[in-house]
């Protein structure tokens, strides 16, 4: 973790653009001071305001150009600054400088979005996730515009306007809003059967993350790492949260949205200031280029993945992100990301999307930026010195000195200069290009199902349920009978099991089994359910009445801070709540600006009074149900057991009674008969550190 007592090279050229107003007087845009901002200037009390009031002018005038136009895509995202260190030297596979020295860190700013909603959208709706990363590094900026999918749902950058103008709301009345659950969208998956993997990823928990910080990223494309000597390499890059990999249910990412629609934001942005900075470790699949046909894929092909039982990921650094953006506008809605921006050492393959990539993020810049100076913005702007003879354009900053606006030229020496390679140029790699011009697939693209059984095969038993629940959900919100049937046949092709499941959930007939190809073998990686566990940044909700036993509130909440978990009393009114012995305790959240929905588990303590009064309290009985359905762990000691049976399903009440501490323990709820709470606060945390316990979900829930 860095301590921020010296600024990095991006932080010290930021600062000189930062602006305070404290004990500062109040000035026009020309730097006069006024004399008043809330009143207009007027002829006469009641009379008509006065043309010339010009601090009134520029000040709506002002107001009325505040916004730019949101991004086509990704509109809605959240920035942070941060810091990047490689593990060990790369100079075996790239000179990328940032990627040689271990002890050198590199600035980055990364913004984690969405794709299909507006500015102000939700952010728990079911999407793909942008990662982008901007690394600062001492050769130029290097950006890294990723997901947090490793594949895409198209082959061909060509048609990417359709398959975005499919999933946007639809254009006669814009509706739905940030979702894929609807007619035109579905139409466009079953003309374009390549989507079948990308659609296993979107309609997957991963869908639906449960922080910024718990999922991965990938560079989705195939690019090349080139060393010193011109040697390349096939590249796969991925992020791997150290806080393992996880999700919401759909259920609450619903209830979010409405709860909370700033909830990423919110937890990316309460994690940094609370100094938890989120870590993710880069990963390399590297293939050698003579190793480029040994796959069942075509390498170029970015609606498949690299197995990483076949290839596997070299962890090579690790990114920290440690400092919350100063102004959202400034730097999350003005920073500009374009794949086109790479460094010596990293460069381009032929994959078609990345090439279309190429194309389209220059040119959506300058429209949403107003010109082509917006790499003068701070946050665009590289740590190294930009010297070239572009000019002009709107907002330019740059005051260039001298005649000399060309080059070669004699007057200036030809200054600015090219440099050679050796001298740090950025040389494309040389590789033989030889064909006829044809608009035309290559074969080798024309699988669309084997990894998409893949990806299903390797699923858990609750992913796959939460997989069929979300084809009911998006496919059954299709109005038209034969886009359904269409999308059944189609996933048909990647599973009879998975076909016949949503043909059941959306009402249309099931199909025949079809043979149609190979069935492989599960990948770990691919599945959440083997990722780390951890119970560090989570929350947990304790419930109190007044009356409850003091001693246990406070040692489970010294146990969950000492293990960097979060706690909130919840409470029926703000203040403070007091214990059976007097003890105050301050109450974080009433039942009216919280909801079960914002924790990860649930703690409720002893005392008599106080589980008497929450036995009463409708909303606490509801938020133990909720706690439980959304399969969290939940704590209860002493009388506190008695809350928590209440609202079990009749199923546990019948449990045999020597069965019920284990059975209870599996499915993370844990109990303590005493009020020392010791190895109970252990055992919670274990079950914490699980994220969930799905199996809950298989547990006829009719009485909770
Ligand atoms: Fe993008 N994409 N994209 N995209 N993309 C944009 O650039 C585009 C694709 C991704 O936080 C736009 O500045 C085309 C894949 C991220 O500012 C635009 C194609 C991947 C972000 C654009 C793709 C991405 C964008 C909109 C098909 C994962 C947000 C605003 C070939 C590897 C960056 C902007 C941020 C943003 C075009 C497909 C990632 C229009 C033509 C595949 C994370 O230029």
Redesign the pocket.
């Known amino acids: 973790m860095s301590d921020h007592k010296e600024p990095n090279p991006k932080e010290q050229q930021l600062k000189g653009f930062h602006n305070h107003n404290e004990s500062e007087p109040l000035t026009t845009d020309q730097g006069t001071k006024v004399t008043d901002t809330s009143k207009s200037l007027t002829a006469g009390e009641r009379g008509p305001t006065l043309m010339e009031d010009f601090h009134l002018r520029e000040k709506i005038t002002h107001f009325d150009h505040e916004r730019i136009p949101e991004?086509?895509?990704?509109a809605r995202?959240f920035g942070v600054h941060g810091e990047f260190q490689v593990y060990e030297s790369l100079n075996d596979l790239t000179s990328a400088s940032f990627l040689q020295d271990p002890n050198q860190k590199t600035p980055v700013f990364v913004?984690f979005?969405t794709v299909v909603g507006s500015r102000g959208s939700a952010d728990t709706v079911r999407d793909v996730r942008?990662?982008?990363t901007k690394f600062y590094t001492e050769d130029g900026n290097f950006d890294l515009?990723?997901?947090n999918m490793p594949i895409?749902f198209?082959q061909d950058?060509i048609k990417?306007p359709d398959v975005v103008h499919a999933i946007k709301p639809e254009p006669d009345n814009e509706v739905p809003q940030a979702s894929a659950a609807h007619d035109t969208f579905w139409d466009w998956v079953v003309q374009n059967r390549e989507s079948a993997h990308m659609i296993m990823w979107l309609l997957s928990d991963r869908g639906i993350p449960r922080s910024f910080r718990m999922m991965e990223g990938f560079?989705?494309?195939t690019f090349r790492l080139v060393n010193a000597d011109g040697q390349t390499h096939f590249v796969k890059f991925h992020w791997k949260p150290t806080l393992g990999v996880h999700s919401l249910t759909w259920d609450e990412a619903q209830k979010l949205a409405g709860t909370n629609p700033d909830f990423h934001r919110q937890d990316l942005w309460d994690a940094i200031n609370n100094g938890e900075y989120p870590e993710f470790e880069l990963g390399i699949q590297v293939i050698k280029e003579n190793e480029q046909f040994d796959f069942d894929f075509d390498i170029l092909d970015?609606t498949k993945l690299w197995p990483e039982e076949q290839v596997p990921v070299r962890v090579v650094g690790k990114m920290t992100l440690n400092r919350n953006q100063d102004n959202f506008f400034a730097e999350t809605e003005q920073?500009?990301?374009h794949i086109g921006n790479v460094v010596p050492g990293i460069d381009f393959t032929n994959d078609p999307?990345l090439q279309?990539?190429l194309f389209?993020?220059l040119?959506?810049?300058l429209l949403?930026l107003g010109g082509p100076n917006f790499h003068e913005i701070p946050i665009n702007r590289p740590i190294t010195p930009v010297h070239n003879n572009q000019r002009d354009g709107f907002h330019r900053m740059t005051i260039n000195q001298g005649k000399v606006a060309y080059s070669p030229n004699g007057l200036q020496h030809n200054n600015p200069q090219p440099s050679s390679s050796g001298e740090g140029g950025f040389e494309h790699h040389p590789e033989h290009v030889d064909g006829a011009k044809v608009r035309r697939q290559s074969v080798s693209f024309q699988d669309h199902y084997s990894q998409a059984t893949l990806f299903y095969n390797s699923l858990s038993d609750h992913e796959k349920r939460h997989l069929y629940k979300a084809f009911h959900f998006e496919v059954g919100n299709v109005k038209d009978p034969s886009i359904k049937q269409q999308v059944v046949e189609m996933f048909n092709h990647v599973s009879h099991t998975l076909a016949k499941q949503i043909a059941r959930g959306v009402g249309v007939k099931e199909p025949e089994p079809v043979h149609d190809g190979a069935n492989p073998t599960p990948s770990q990686a691919l599945s959440q359910a083997n990722t780390t566990y951890s119970p560090k940044t989570r929350k947990v909700a304790i419930l109190l009445g007044e009356g409850f036993e003091y001693h246990e509130v406070d040692q489970f909440m010294n146990e969950m801070m000492q293990n960097g978990v979060h706690v909130e009393v919840i409470h029926q009114t703000l203040g403070e709540v007091k214990s059976a012995n007097q003890e105050p305790v301050m109450v974080h959240q009433n039942y009216a600006t919280t909801h079960p929905v914002m924790y990860d588990g649930l703690f409720i303590p002893g005392g008599q009074q106080h589980i008497d009064q929450l036995l009463n309290h409708y909303e606490a009985n509801t938020f133990v149900k909720e706690i439980f359905v959304h399969a969290k762990t939940i704590g209860a000691s002493q009388e506190g057991v008695g809350l928590l049976a209440n609202n079990l399903p009749e199923s546990f009440q019948t449990a045999p009674e020597q069965a019920t501490d284990q059975l209870f323990e599996d499915l993370g709820i844990i109990t303590a008969r005493t009020n020392d709470l010791s190895s109970f606060s252990q055992t919670f945390l274990t079950a914490l550190s699980k994220h969930r316990h799905w199996e809950r979900e298989t547990i006829d829930t009719k009485q909770a």
Do not use: K
Request: hydrophobic share 40%.
């Open positions: 991004r086509i895509v990704h995202g913004r979005s942008g990662f982008a515009v990723g997901n895409f198209i950058a990417f560079g989705v494309h970015p920073v500009a990301f999307l279309g990539r389209s993020y040119d959506t810049q949403r």
